[in-house]
């Protein structure tokens, strides 16, 4: 009788320290993508005057400094502009044949991409002078750094992450949510160890865990594009910029005569709001 009692005891405590220890193993990148991502809408905290004529794809702040990459072929460039007048300081025009894409400084350097030229083009920060042009086997959508990586999107559901002195692919992560794959990733922006990437032809951004490519948010900004697209020849939502030091977030869109600065406002579940605009 001992012993048998003895024997469920011990059992009893195995199980215990089973569950236990399942507990504590952390959930896989599969069971956290299951989960719903947070919603955001957003509260518009200043409006800034943006080139109309600007085709943005990509836009990068660094000390003071607004950096914007512009596409179409005959009218792609990259530009330094100041944030509260718009005025352009720097102007690169790149020749016809070339449709350039989103942009990323990094230290001292500025990278920017082509769309199906497979070109990288690498540039001093300060004078805009050509340093390098690397072969890129993809097309280039948008690009952000992490610190140490170039991430890259090309249109697909990938994010690549390059060296910034090789153009060496690292490692690759396939973005997906509760549902699947998330597609057409367009222009990106490193904000808070999160990767923040339009989606092409919607109004939202997918906020992404950089480790396992799981989008934990949306950015939810159909209001901001129904605030602007007055005009026929208004393009899409794309342009992410953020200011780490001050903690400030920008947006704006292809054509678009604003660059809006926002705050993120958690969308609760039943909330009939839908955005906020002040200031």
Known sequence: MIGRLGNLRLQ?????VLCISLMLIPP??????????????????????????????????DQGSVYEGTGLFGKSSLRRVDLSTGRIEQFYEYEKEIFAEGVAVFKDRIFQL????????????????????????????????????????????????????????????M???????VRRLNELEYVKGLVYANIYQQDRIAIIDPDNGVVSGYLELSGLSEQVKKDEKIGVLNGIMYDSVNDRLFVTGKLWPYLFEIKLVPIVSGDPSKRRSGN
């Open 114 to 173: 082509t769309w199906k030229n497979n070109l990288i083009f690498e540039y001093n920060k300060i004078d805009f002078s050509l340093l390098r042009t690397w072969p890129y086997s993809r097309q280039g959508w948008g690009v952000t750094h992490d610190g140490e990586n170039l991430i890259v999107s090309d249109g697909s559901t990938s994010l690549y992450f390059l060296n910034p002195v090789t153009m060496e692919e690292r490692r690759v992560i």
């Open 12 to 16: 009893s405590l195995m199980l215990c």
């Open 175 to 181: 973005v997906h949510d509760h549902t699947g794959p």
């Open 28 to 61: 896989t990148s599969d069971s956290i993508a299951n989960e719903l991502p947070q919603r955001y809408s957003y509260q518009v905290i200043r409006e800034y005057i943006h080139d109309p004529e600007a085709f943005t794809q990509g836009l990068a702040y």
